[in-house]
């Protein structure tokens, strides 16, 4: 009811404002609970209705909700009789309840007018398995039916309803089994299998997904996977109510689960890919849920399709009414609604609605079959049940189309036959094993197709070994160590420069703010210089969807203006580390365009824009269909100065967020960067466009500036504004501005025909493409020719860049490594300089140091500050200088206190307490000849405090990077030199142990002294190195 609730509450709010606002209507929502479960006691429901409908204040047009069929069927009956639209969301079941009168439930008219229904139906769900039984020719099935779940047994009685006016040979052998899995128990559940398979070898399993799995272990165990069993499963979408199919129940039986998943069948509700996942309405929605119906969405948790079809029923609803109204026509006669709609399509910003004649939406589903080496499942086959191509509406024409090939469990890795060869029961073979066709078929075979094999067996391995060479479908996968890092250029080259895909969390900025995967570092492949792309930082696994959409790339690897994708670097826990592509030498169109020093004439811009829609002509018509990202940093150029177009085919790379329509409102989107939106098309900041992407760059090759820029001119607009008004889509619409002296005509009509605020009168890229013949000349023009009589005079300019830019690097690489030793203990710089990652360590034992001057307060009130930088910086030395001379290491100073540490980073055994405990003496004997820098006061006295015990250590923060110890050992030593005297070095019970165990040291027992946080401690005082 919440979740419903706040999808109807801000639906309503959309459709108001967005269709009925012009037209003088509005939709008021009045809510009623019917319940928080599906019940067979139907009074509440009419209760509540007749309720609101007698008060006076409600007036009821429609109706809308009632998810379960036996609630819905009452509602719609005081519905129908007082004429009033109804729309089931999804009332599945409610048009088959005439058949379940046996069990009680209260039954209505199978022909019902006013009844619209927008969710998915168990009559839809039921011929989609009854037809694709019937494709793979099984007549014999068995319905294991969980009565614990309304769900299961609705689904259940359909199949069988289906089955009985449908499928007369399926009814005959299908055999239902019912059971109540809150009473069943192990070795009920094997019975059913055992029984189970004296009938069939399809088993639809109608339950909970926690029982499917108990159910396939034990099928697992019973040998019942292995190909020659078919399993059914039904998991619409993701809802806690049935569960969430999967194998792992993290236990010791998930590898047993992994192996009988395979011979499992998945059926779900199909997503039209082409339908885009509205983020900001779900944030909405689960907002509003929180604050008017205190209901809180898991973080990860997303709408399901009920709660996005209630949006979708009210826009068909507000949509019809409309129109209506307009006709002239009754649109509060709710049958005559219901019969506009049915048998209509309908368009929604969530996606396209179709009607059957029924009034039952269609909708398609998927057969998922599990992948055993991702542990997912993955879709095989799609049911439709209609064109997806096309606007008409057709019915009976439901078809089955084939995603990939399945692999099933067994020899020949295709679903089994429905009875085995030696019937169910083992009973239709010989003695001997045979059936009488069996041995026909054992004498015959050998003799017809003996010589054929023979002859042409050689031929066919030739053939299949050469075709899969030729065919390799993991020839973008390269291992990591294959792939020889060069040189990070991104201090040497502009860095807008981009690889084959961008945005991401990592990289770096280029001058106009473009966040991007940054194309900056040179590598060596198979002795090929390429570029590569750092994409690591994303943790992307190899997954069947990146496969398939990488596999796409291959018929573009040879395309002349697109970047060649050569392939992914990918590390031995199968993760995508670097994106490899060809090298391109010159940048980014950006950076051509930004140099003042390269002279750019029309010869030169003419090249580029012919090689932008070469490029851009060859993704169109190819099955990567669209670029969706094209702007200035996504052309690179070559050394031969070929445009060539980057960042398509993969979107998983891409960063979803730099490219979302923009929030205007939230104070993070004041500050957010704009600039790389604005080659964005007007539908794209509200839908899509390519074509107007590339009118902006044309833009930016007439007038060599960045987009909406006019040289000379400042903007008018900041770019944040210049999005609003794109967005606002004003009359006339916001264009950049452009001198039409600065091109000719014919460029000029063509760059503003591709940037028509409506992408239908904007041309295709080969229509762009013919016209561009006539525009900048033939396609053999070659822009190499003229360049070649410049190269000679950037020559000599360009080879001193490069010798000064390579200097400055290894310059500054030197100084950063020697303050980087200094920083940090040596083996830790060392290996961070090697571009090792330090991941803080455990130690078991180490032994801290703490000391402070005593009386620090009363010498700096005596002095001025820099008397007392004086004096810190002579101390400090002094002390660095007796430091050298054992084995340890100095954390920090902080004021007058000095940290000190042995036994880290290098373990060195139990010899860290004595190390610290000989400089201690040192440093406490070396005090008094220390003399204090302009000073005739006494001499300094210092506290020591020592603990030895675990701690760990690590490299905390980017900027400033410091070797941090943590842990109650740190803590424990403070306390040791802040309840400690002056010259004197105490000592914990720890340290004390330790030094006793390698002994050579005086040590006298202080007592009992309280430490803060610790309570009474027993302490030691350190007094000299024993005499031997």
């Known amino acids: 009811m919440q979740r419903f609730g706040a999808a109807v509450d801000y639906s309503t709010s959309l459709v108001n404002k967005n269709i009925l606002a012009d037209h003088s209507l509005r939709i008021r929502i009045y809510f009623q609970s019917t319940g928080p479960s599906c019940s067979k006691k139907l009074y509440r429901a009419a209760q509540n209705l007749y309720t609101l409908l007698q008060s006076r204040w409600a007036t009821c047009h429609v109706s809308f909700g009632a998810g379960c069929p036996t609630t819905a069927s009452t509602i719609y009956g005081i519905a129908a009789s007082l004429n009033i639209l109804f729309f089931g969301i999804p009332a599945s079941g409610i048009k088959t309840l005439t058949s379940l009168d046996g069990h009680g439930i209260h039954s209505v008219e199978s022909n019902l007018p006013n009844?619209?229904?927008?969710?998915?139906?168990?009559?839809?769900?039921?011929?989609?398995?009854?037809?694709?039984?019937?494709?793979?020719?099984?007549?014999?099935?068995?319905?294991?039916?969980?009565?614990?779940?309304?769900?299961?047994?609705?689904?259940?009685?359909?199949?069988?309803?289906?089955?009985?006016?449908?499928?007369?040979?399926?009814?005959?052998?299908?055999?239902?089994?019912?059971?109540?899995?809150?009473?069943?128990?192990?070795?009920?559940?094997?019975?059913i299998l055992r029984d189970a398979n004296d009938h069939a070898r399809v088993i639809a399993l109608f339950m909970h997904a926690r029982v499917i799995r108990e159910f396939l272990l034990i099928a697992y165990r019973l040998g019942y996977t292995n190909g020659d069993y078919v399993f059914i499963a039904v998991e619409l979408f993701d809802l806690k109510y049935w569960g969430k199919i999967?194998?792992?129940?993290?236990?010791?039986?998930?590898?047993?689960?992994?192996?009988?998943?395979?011979s499992l069948l998945v059926f779900s509700l199909h997503v039209d890919p082409a339908t885009k996942y509205d983020e900001e309405f779900q944030d909405n929605v689960k907002l509003l849920a929180k604050r008017h119906f205190n209901y809180t969405f898991d973080d990860l948790e997303k709408l399901d399709p009920i709660l996005i079809s209630a949006y979708q029923t009210l826009v068909v609803y507000a949509q019809e009414v409309v129109k209506m109204k307009g006709q002239g026509v009754d649109y509060y006669n709710g049958t005559l609604v219901s019969s506009r709609i049915r048998g209509n399509l309908y368009h929604t910003s969530l996606g396209r609605v179709v009607f059957?004649?029924?009034?039952?939406?269609?909708?398609?589903?998927?057969?998922?079959?599990?992948?055993?080496?991702?542990?997912?499942?993955?879709?095989?086959?799609?049911?439709?049940?209609?064109?997806?191509?096309?606007?008409?509406?057709?019915?009976?024409?439901?078809?089955?189309?084939?995603?990939?090939?399945?692999?099933?469990?067994?020899?020949?890795?295709?679903?089994?036959?429905?009875?085995?060869?030696?019937?169910?029961?083992?009973?239709?073979?010989?003695?001997n094993g045979l059936t009488t066709s069996s041995l026909r078929a054992a004498v015959a075979m050998p003799l017809l197709f003996g010589i054929a094999l023979v002859t042409a067996g050689i031929y066919l391995f030739l053939k299949f070994r050469k075709l899969h060479a030729q065919f390799n479908p993991n020839w973008w996968k390269i291992p990591v160590d294959l792939v020889i890092v060069k040189q990070d250029r991104s201090n040497s080259v502009t860095q807008s420069r981009k690889s084959l895909n961008s945005r991401s969390t990592i990289g770096t900025s280029g001058p106009s703010g473009y966040s991007s995967y940054m194309c900056d570092i040179l590598a060596s492949y198979q002795n090929t210089l390429v570029m590569l792309t750092d994409v690591s930082g994303m943790k992307k696994?190899?997954?069947?969807?990146?496969?398939?959409?990488?596999?796409?790339?291959?018929?573009?690897?040879?395309?002349?203006?697109?970047?060649?994708?050569?392939?992914?670097?990918?590390?031995?826990?199968?993760?995508?580390?670097?994106?490899?592509?060809?090298?391109?030498a010159k940048g980014s169109l950006t950076d051509i365009l930004h140099n003042e020093t390269f002279k750019l004439d029309w010869s030169f811009k003419n090249s580029l824009i012919r090689d932008t829609v070469f490029g851009m002509t060859q993704i169109h018509t190819s099955p990567v269909v669209s670029h969706g990202n094209l702007n200035s940093h996504?052309?690179?150029?070559?050394?031969?100065?070929?445009?060539?177009?980057?960042?398509?085919?993969?979107?998983?790379?891409?960063?979803?967020?730099?490219?979302?329509?923009?929030?205007?409102?939230?104070?993070?989107?004041?500050?957010?960067?704009y600039e790389f939106l604005l080659w964005r098309a007007p539908e794209l900041l509200r839908q899509r466009g390519d074509v107007y992407s590339f009118a902006i760059i044309l833009q930016q090759i007439i007038l060599r500036s960045g987009p909406f820029e006019l040289p000379g001119e400042p903007l008018e607009l900041s770019n944040r504004e210049i999005i609003q008004e794109i967005i606002n889509s004003n009359i006339p619409p916001v264009r950049p501005r452009v001198p039409r002296a600065s091109c000719s005509n014919e460029l000029y009509d063509l760059m503003e025909r591709c940037w028509e605020e409506i992408p239908?009168?904007?041309?295709?890229?080969?229509?762009?493409?013919?016209?561009?013949?006539?525009?900048?000349?033939?396609?053999?023009?070659?822009?190499?020719?003229?360049?070649?009589?410049?190269?000679?005079?950037y020559a000599a300019e360009l080879e001193t860049k490069v010798v000064e830019k390579t200097q400055q690097f290894m310059d500054e690489k030197n100084r950063s490594e020697q303050l980087l030793g200094e920083l940090l203990p040596k083996s830790v710089a060392s290996a961070l300089m090697r571009g090792e990652h330090i991941d803080p360590e455990a130690y078991e034992s180490v032994t801290i140091y703490f000391s402070d001057i005593v009386g620090f307060t009363t010498i700096s009130a005596a002095g001025t500050p820099m008397d007392v930088v004086a004096l810190l910086n002579g101390l400090y030395t002094f002390f660095d200088s007796i430091l050298e001379k054992y084995d340890v290491y100095k954390v920090e100073t902080i004021g007058d206190a000095y940290m000190v540490s042995s036994g880290l980073p290098v373990r060195n055994g139990n010899k860290h307490a004595s190390e610290i405990a000989k400089l201690s003496l040192t440093l406490v004997e070396s005090i008094a000849d220390f003399v204090v820098p302009n000073s005739t006061a006494k001499k300094l006295e210092i506290r020591i405090g020592i603990n030895s015990g675990r701690c760990v250590a690590g490299i905390v923060g980017m900027k400033m990077p410091r070797y941090c110890l943590f842990g109650d050992t740190v803590n424990v030593a403070s306390r040791m030199e802040s309840t400690g005297e002056p010259m004197k070095i105490q000592i914990s019970q720890s340290t004390k142990d330790l030094l006793d165990s390698i002994s050579g040291f005086h040590i006298v027992e202080r007592g009992e002294v309280p430490v803060k946080g610790k309570g009474v401690l027993r302490t030691f005082w350190l007094l000299a190195v024993a005499v031997r």
């Not at 007369?168 to 299908?174: H, I, R, V, W, Y």
């Not at 008409?392 to 099933?408: G, K």
């Not at 997954?543 to 590390?571: C, E």
Request: glycine share 4%; proline share 4%; hydrophobic share 35%.
């Open 760 to 793: 239908l009168e904007r041309p295709t890229f080969p229509k762009i493409k013919d016209r561009l013949k006539r525009v900048v000349g033939e396609i053999g023009d070659n822009i190499v020719d003229v360049l070649f009589r410049r190269m000679e005079q």
């Open 541 to 584: 696994h190899i997954d069947p969807d990146l496969a398939a959409q990488v596999g796409l790339l291959k018929s573009l690897s040879q395309i002349t203006n697109l970047q060649r994708f050569i392939g992914i670097a990918v590390s031995p826990q199968n993760t995508c580390e670097f994106i490899i592509a060809e090298m391109c």
């Open 115 to 191: 009844l619209m229904q927008t969710g998915f139906e168990f009559a839809d769900l039921a011929d989609c398995m009854a037809e694709f039984l019937d494709q793979y020719n099984y007549t014999h099935v068995v319905l294991l039916r969980d009565d614990a779940q309304t769900f299961f047994y609705l689904l259940s009685k359909n199949l069988l309803t289906t089955f009985k006016h449908t499928h007369d040979d399926l009814f005959a052998g299908t055999v239902e089994v019912p059971f109540f899995s809150t009473t069943a128990t192990t070795g009920d559940y094997e019975k």
């Open 356 to 431: 059957d004649e029924f009034g039952q939406r269609d909708v398609d589903y998927d057969i998922k079959t599990f992948d055993d080496t991702t542990g997912k499942f993955r879709v095989f086959m799609t049911y439709s049940q209609h064109p997806l191509d096309v606007d008409v509406v057709t019915f009976n024409s439901s078809t089955f189309s084939v995603i990939r090939d399945i692999h099933w469990p067994n020899t020949k890795g295709i679903l089994p036959a429905d009875e085995p060869h030696c019937g169910f029961r083992n009973d239709k073979c010989l003695g």
């Open 634 to 673: 996504t052309c690179l150029i070559d050394s031969r100065f070929t445009l060539k177009i980057t960042d398509y085919g993969l979107p998983f790379f891409r960063k979803r967020s730099d490219l979302a329509q923009p929030k205007l409102t939230p104070d993070e989107e004041q500050q957010r960067n």
């Open 246 to 262: 999967s194998h792992a129940g993290r236990d010791i039986t998930d590898e047993a689960a992994r192996e009988a998943y395979r």
